[in-house]
């Protein structure tokens, strides 16, 4: 199964400041998505990021807020921007290996907005 | 669309007992089924899928779901809980003929074995 590292494992920043959460992955994967969870709670797609092309947000989220970038097959950025208390969170990067089907997550980043 | 539901919030079970945490799903095509396992401060690690074949799946640490698709069911169990195996368990699922929906996530139950 593919191994996933993020950076940071965890943060506090200051309200209005940015955050660049970094995912690398040790296979090329065609696909990458970026969650967003609250402690002890189910997990909010953000967006995904394929490779080559512009990523595809959900519903509630938007570039300008969390610009993502995936530079190439095993790497990838999300930023959360002009960063608000509301956005105190886990995020979490997964990819989708491409021969099974299955998805496999990051470690995690805990962000906290004071 | 696809949808997850997990009954229960919380499960408990007392060491040595059989535990069972529930999941049933709704899905338009044929359902790929997954569960994964959250301990604390982690992420999700992937414990077993069903795509295909049969019903009864085996996974990591001594996991196993069945899948049924006249209760559209995908329970997860284990023979003898361990301690160990406390931790926040989800299921997923995705429509496997319609690659472009997404992985939906059910809200997860906790699991919390007893000593």
């Known amino acids: 199964s593919a191994v996933i590292s993020q950076k940071p494992s965890r943060d506090i920043c200051q309200r209005g400041t940015s955050l660049t959460i970094q995912c690398q992955v040790d296979?090329?994967?065609?696909?990458m998505f970026w969650y967003r969870q609250q402690p002890g709670q189910s997990l909010t797609l953000i967006a995904t990021a394929n490779q080559g092309s512009e990523a595809t947000y959900e519903s509630g989220f938007v570039i300008d807020k969390f610009p993502i970038s995936r530079p190439n097959l095993t790497f990838s950025t999300l930023t959360v921007s002009n960063m608000s208390p509301e956005d105190s969170s886990i995020y979490l990067c997964s990819v989708e290996e491409d021969s099974t089907d299955t998805q496999y997550f990051g470690p995690g980043t805990r962000l906290t907005v004071l | 669309a696809q949808s997850v539901a997990q009954p229960e919030d919380q499960v408990n079970v007392a060491e040595g007992n059989p535990l069972t945490v529930k999941c049933t799903y709704s899905v338009s095509g044929n359902p790929y089924l997954f569960w994964y396992v959250q301990y604390p401060n982690r992420g999700l690690q992937f414990l077993l899928k069903y795509i295909t074949g049969d019903n009864l799946v085996k996974g990591s640490y001594g996991f196993e779901a069945e899948f049924n698709k006249s209760q559209t069911s995908f329970h997860l169990k284990k023979p003898s809980a361990l301690v160990s195996d406390s931790a926040l368990y989800f299921c997923?699922?995705?429509?496997?003929?319609?690659?472009?929906?997404?992985?939906?996530f059910g809200p997860g139950t906790r699991l919390s074995v007893l000593p």
């Open positions: 296979s090329q994967v065609t696909m």
């Open positions: 997923a699922v995705r429509d496997g003929v319609d690659y472009g929906q997404n992985f939906v």
